[in-house]
């Protein structure tokens, strides 16, 4: 019995010492969300969408920085694209040779207080940032299914290394098929068209499910000639 229960408690000291929680809010502090200026405008997107989802679950709006400002933040970067992810490669901080140069992976670390995401192209970065929105409990489908979202006072992840890789079928995402009367006419009712405003919300469905195809509506649809923003 006193060998069991040496054992157990063995494995619970194994198991704390490689637990690394990173605080994303507690209370009235919310960490920073840190994205280069020199990042692809959807990195930038996703990261204000971050920011609100951090919002929804704790009811804090984390702020938006371009530079590194202080500990605690979530910094998010492209591989090659980010000043700030290529600074933490160059002196050694950041290991990316299991993603770099791969389709769509990335890499979640805590490096020095701050939880690192690295993307190897821009929507493995994009799908790295909108993981840590799923992980606090915000769901793709938050606006399309009216998916509840929880509050919470602490929200918290693993700051364990993580590697996403390449996913096994390249290409995934929706064809909107014969789009009218349902689809059409409830686009209509709430957009005015099936047009970029409509398209925006399903985009960014899209980029949260890790999706990185769509066949636009196409019977009484044309996608760029209804609505040249889309």
């Not at 494995?11 to 690394?20: D, E, F, I, K, Q």
């Not at 389709?103 to 490096?111: A, D």
């Not at 821009?122 to 909108?130: E, H, L």
Request: proline fraction near 4%; charged fraction near 20%.
């Amino acid at each position: 019995m006193k060998k069991t229960l040496f054992i157990i408690s063995i494995v619970a000291l194994l198991c704390s010492c490689t637990s690394r929680s990173f605080t994303i809010a507690d209370g009235s502090f919310t960490a920073s969300i840190v994205i280069a200026e020199d990042e692809w405008p959807g990195v930038l997107r996703a990261a204000e969408d971050l920011c609100i989802d951090v919002e929804r679950v704790s009811g804090n709006l984390p702020t938006l920085h371009h530079s590194m400002e202080q500990k605690g933040s979530i910094v998010a970067g492209t591989i090659g694209h980010s000043a700030i992810i290529d600074s933490l490669i160059q002196v050694g901080k950041l290991n990316v040779t299991e993603v770099e140069g791969q389709w769509e992976s990335y890499v979640i670390e805590e490096i020095d207080g701050n939880l690192i995401i690295a993307g190897s192209d821009r929507r493995g970065t994009i799908y790295g940032i909108y993981t840590i929105s799923e992980h606090i409990g915000v769901s793709p489908w938050y606006w399309w299914a009216d998916a509840p979202v929880a509050h919470q006072d602490r929200l918290t992840i693993d700051g364990r290394r993580h590697v996403q890789p390449s996913p096994k079928v390249k290409y995934r995402g929706i064809f909107i098929n014969d789009e009218w009367p349902s689809f059409g006419t409830w686009a209509t009712n709430h957009f005015g068209g099936v047009n970029s405003q409509m398209y925006s919300h399903m985009f960014e469905l899209l980029l949260r499910l890790k999706a990185n195809y769509l066949w636009p509506a196409m019977w009484d649809s044309r996608f760029n000639e209804d609505d040249p923003l889309s």
